[in-house]
């Protein structure tokens, strides 16, 4: 068994106990099992064997150095939505051609470096960013690789701050303006048009969006090969979600089911971006219970060393994520809220959650975080960012050490 999973009562990580790391590591911490993260590649990796295509590990999911190096081992390509990401794909030894650049803000200096590097494709999102790519390759006398990212106007169904593929969102190219642009800029000496691009939310459980988003790249990748533009591939991005609280949802080979057929037809070749089905549920974040209180009402509040600065996805989607003692108790249950040290009502992990009654000291796993938790850290309140640690063939590493306030008050003057 690979994962997080009881053993004799104690919550272990790929059979490593999560007490142990914790005592030895302090908290709040994030532990990540490599085991699942392989094994979960390998799955999307296998269910798509039948079509040429290659995985692009949207590194905002997760870029923590040594989790980037792991999918570098497997094969793995990325999806870098920054000229951080960027850097740090080549630092985890990632080769241009392996990197797409997606983004819908990118910058002079961050186009001149993907154009520079000879990325595998930037993914662009607008006729003012291709000029800006034409102009900026040209005058290096070279011509960027470029995917059109196509705004399909499909709704994700997923939580609207993660929903991209409306037209009425800042995503993409309007896909009634797509052929049109694309024509014009095919004929440009800075640009190579070599794709196209579309990425319609995350966390996606219903899989018909993504299929309607595949269906509608095709279309317009055959107009376009009408129009005598050479389409190497769709990139149909990211988006298969998990299950956060144990209802079922498509597995790797659903989503090839859904996908494949959209576009066997077509011969061409796809990417995929995957991010948070891969890493979410090989994360989990312990925390040491601070304090447990009885507000008047009888409401009861755990109190826990980790908060929104941890991990700010319940606060900021109201996403729900397990919330399970390390050890287990007999004590009788009670119904509490489980929440962080933070100035802010809002900072709260869990609601409503029913559990043998903790007590201070006690060991908490906020489970299914591996995904969108470390790296969207703050340092709100003087908070140091949690170290990070990779259980791995039985044993663990510090992939990221604790900061600590020298670490913070270092870039100030
Ligand atoms: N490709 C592109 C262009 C993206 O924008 C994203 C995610 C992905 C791929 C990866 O999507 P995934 O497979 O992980 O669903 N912070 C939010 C999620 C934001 C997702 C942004 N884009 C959360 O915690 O739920």
Redesign the pocket.
């Given at each position: 068994m690979t994962g997080f999973f009881r053993q004799h009562g104690t919550l272990v990580c790929d059979g490593v106990p999560l007490s142990r790391i914790a005592r030895a590591e302090g908290t709040p911490l994030y532990v990540y099992s490599a085991a699942t993260i392989v094994e979960r590649y390998r799955a999307i990796d296998e269910a798509f064997a039948s079509h040429p295509h290659t995985l692009?590990y949207?590194l905002?999911?997760n870029s923590t150095l040594a989790i980037a190096r792991l999918f570098r081992g497997l094969g793995g390509n990325v999806?870098a939505?920054s000229g951080g990401e960027i850097d740090v794909a080549l630092r985890a030894g990632f080769i241009p051609p392996q990197i797409v650049f997606?983004?819908v803000g990118k910058t002079q200096a961050e186009l001149a470096q993907a154009i520079e590097l000879g990325v595998k494709s930037i993914?662009a999102e607008s006729d003012g960013e291709l000029e800006r790519i034409d102009a900026l390759a040209r005058a290096r006398q070279t011509r960027a690789r470029v995917a059109l990212?196509v705004n399909p106007d499909i709704d994700a169904r997923s939580?609207p701050?993660?929903s991209?593929g409306l037209k009425t969102n800042k995503?993409g190219i309007a896909l009634d303006r797509a052929r049109d642009i694309a024509r014009r800029f095919s004929r440009r000496e800075g640009i190579e048009i070599v794709g196209l691009?579309a990425?319609v939310?995350?966390?996606?459980t219903d899989l018909e969006p993504l299929t309607g988003a595949a269906r509608a790249l095709v279309a317009l990748a055959r107009e376009l090969q009408d129009d005598g533009v050479r389409i190497e591939h769709l990139d149909l991005?990211?988006?298969?979600?998990i299950s956060y609280d144990g209802s079922p949802v498509p597995s790797a080979r659903d989503y090839a089911d859904a996908l494949l057929p959209a576009v066997r037809d077509s011969g061409l070749a796809i990417i995929l971006?995957?991010?948070?089905?891969?890493?979410?549920p090989a994360g989990a974040l312990l925390s040491e219970v601070v304090d447990v209180k009885e507000q008047p009402g009888g409401k009861l509040f755990v109190v826990l060393d980790a908060g929104m600065t941890e991990l700010?996805?319940p606060m900021?989607?109201n996403?729900f994520h397990r919330i399970e003692p390390v050890e287990t108790a007999s004590t009788r249950e009670v119904l509490v809220d489980v929440v962080g040290p933070l100035c802010e009502s809002s900072d709260t992990l869990g609601k409503d959650r029913r559990m043998p009654r903790p007590e201070a000291g006690d060991l908490f796993a906020v489970l299914d975080a591996g995904?969108?938790?470390a790296v969207?850290a703050s340092n709100y309140n003087r908070r140091p960012m949690p170290a990070e640690v990779l259980v791995e063939n039985g044993t663990y590493s510090v992939i990221k050490r604790r900061q600590t306030i020298d670490d913070l008050v270092a870039l100030e003057s």
């Open positions: 692009h949207a905002k999911a999806d939505n997606t983004g993914n990212r939580h701050h993660i991209t995503f691009h990425h939310g995350s966390q996606i991005g990211g988006g298969l979600g971006e995957p991010g948070r089905n891969i890493v979410a700010i996805r900021m989607y996403a995904a969108y938790g969207m």
